[in-house]
């Protein structure tokens, strides 16, 4: 394949028979001057050559989602023009909390045809994102990236945003429907098969895999310690049959398009570049390959900086996000950035090309399996700006609770709507125990606050500061934040089925 910069328009479509703007009476502020409109609406995808309807975000000029700048407000406008209820999150930001787009938690959802509008200040610059919180309409890209640049940032390096998604041709609920289906019917059977046979299923090195239920094969063990510094965790170690990815997808997505037909980035030979990775999907796990690049930085996590390390893989857990920093080689060149699913073969990703590069064809299969994610990398990270070093005023024990073989995910044991929320108080550091006690891992992310993680298993240290975290199976880990910033608060597994399974809470303030 040549060069080729030519790239599919997007159809931008308007929702079922809206007419004119409804607007909505709940809140905030009358529009403010020089707000961003953003519009929630659909539009036609061509993935592997077949066309889906999607959910996008999108400004008035076609542009996905936001870029802004640390110090200014956030000021917009969101029209639905999905056709259906929704509402959108800005995940990572710290609102007021009627601003933080959480359907029946912040704010009601938004009618089809209805407009709302958003006004704070922009306090932290970083790679943020915005994603639709309600129903299953996030697995059906209603995200965008929401990039909050560093104030006059002179760009003395080239930005570049990558954002992946995993996707389905069948809907949101029929995944979901299929997942929670207890007798497992011919067609999960054939669906499960298909997904055990490309390696899902991660099987102990030593005792035969526990039984799930479900009738899934196991693959040959020993195919995932193959990356370097991405061994088994303890859950494996102990021999114990560790569920990686729960849904078969059709494709993975790197900035809308599959690596068969990636993006082509126009690069600078000798080139310095920030890259920006979302990770935008429902319910996939990535490791960030940029081993064609000589030296990769990772610079922050989940927007906030930290003490930067150095690396060719970093691993990449639902809804979070990482800076890497690197500089092209000096000639002509192509460099690939693949984002490859744990566990698994398959990837996605795109490509940076200087004006003189030929392109080739990428494989969407890995040469080899991936590990699963660890947080080897995480118990590494040191926030660049830490929290004041300081007592907890209030401890929460969190275990995280539920099963695959019957699809309930919980708190403590308890779905969402029987939860009990985590009181705190203004001015308290407060702190979080998690400890999974399930075979999956949960991606638990904090809204409307940056928390720390301070302790692994037991052992005390500054980590990075950060809006998710994963917690791996058997593990435990402590998140500690301050609560600065009164209200209702969504706590929550970032993986879209076990969040609508039950896995959330709320962190609610006293005397609100
Ligand atoms: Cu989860």
């Not at 933080?100 to 045809?113: M, N, R, Y």
């Not at 609920?173 to 054939?190: C, H, M, N």
């Not at 990815?245 to 037909?261: E, G």
């Not at 209030?394 to 539920?402: A, K, S, Y």
Request: glycine fraction near 10%.
């Amino acid at each position: 394949m040549s060069l080729q910069l030519s790239r599919r328009r997007l159809l931008t479509t308007t929702g079922a028979g809206v007419v004119g703007a409804v607007v909505a009476p709940l809140w905030p502020p009358a529009r403010a001057t020089g707000a961003t409109t953003l519009v929630a609406g659909r539009r036609t995808l061509e993935v592997n050559g077949r066309a889906a309807t999607v959910f996008g975000i999108t400004q008035p000029d076609g542009s996905r989602g936001l870029v802004t700048e640390v110090g200014t407000r956030f000021r917009v406008e969101l029209r639905n023009d999905a056709g259906a209820d929704t509402l959108i999150h800005w995940h990572g930001l710290t609102p007021p909390y009627r601003q933080d787009g959480v359907p029946g938690i912040s704010a009601p959802a938004l009618a089809p045809g209805a407009t709302t509008q958003y006004d704070f200040p922009l306090t932290v610059p970083g790679t943020f994102w915005m994603h639709s919180h309600q129903g299953l309409q996030e697995q059906a890209l209603m995200s965008a990236p929401l990039i909050v640049r560093e104030q006059g940032s002179a760009e003395d390096r080239q930005e570049v945003v990558l954002m992946l998604h995993d996707f389905a041709f069948r809907s949101p609920q029929e995944i979901y429907d299929g997942l929670r289906r207890v007798t497992a019917s011919p067609a999960k059977q054939k669906q499960d098969q298909a997904s055990a046979t490309a390696g899902n299923r991660m099987q102990g090195m030593d005792m035969p895999a526990m039984a799930m239920g479900d009738g899934k094969a196991a693959p040959a063990p020993g195919s995932m310690a193959s990356m370097p510094g991405m061994g088994m965790g303890d859950a494996g170690a102990m021999g114990m049959a560790m569920d990686l990815n729960d849904v078969a997808y059709d494709a993975f997505l790197a900035n809308d398009r599959t690596l068969r037909d990636p993006e082509v980035i126009r690069v600078e030979p000798g080139g310095r570049i920030r890259l920006r990775v979302i990770n935008a999907s429902a319910a996939s796990n990535f490791h960030i390959d940029v081993s064609q690049v000589e030296e990769a930085r990772l610079v922050a996590v989940d927007g906030h900086p930290v003490q930067p390390i150095s690396g060719s893989v970093f691993p990449l857990a639902i809804a979070q996000r990482i800076d890497l920093e690197f500089q092209l080689a000096a000639g002509q060149a192509v460099t690939p950035v693949f984002a490859v699913l744990e566990g698994e073969r398959q990837r996605t990703g795109i490509v940076l090309a200087t004006a003189g590069g030929q392109i080739g064809k990428f494989t969407v299969l890995a040469p080899e399996p991936s590990a699963p994610l660890n947080i080897g990398m995480e118990q590494g990270l040191r926030a660049m700006a830490p929290l004041p070093s300081k007592p907890a005023d209030r401890v929460h024990r969190l275990d995280l609770t539920g099963s695959m073989e019957r699809y309930v995910w919980g708190l403590n044991g308890l779905t969402f709507g029987n939860d009990r929320p985590l009181m705190v108080a203004t001015g308290h550091r407060v702190e979080v125990v998690m400890a999974n006690r399930t075979m999956m891992s949960h991606p638990m992310h904090l809204h409307g606050h940056f928390f720390q993680v301070v302790e692994v298993d037991g052992a005390r240290f500054a980590g990075a500061v950060r809006d998710t975290v994963l917690v791996p199976p058997m593990r435990s880990l402590t998140i500690a934040f301050d609560a600065d910033n009164p209200g209702r608060w969504a706590f929550h597994c970032h993986n879209l089925y076990h969040m609508e399974a039950g896995m959330m809470t709320t962190v609610q303030y006293e005397n609100l």
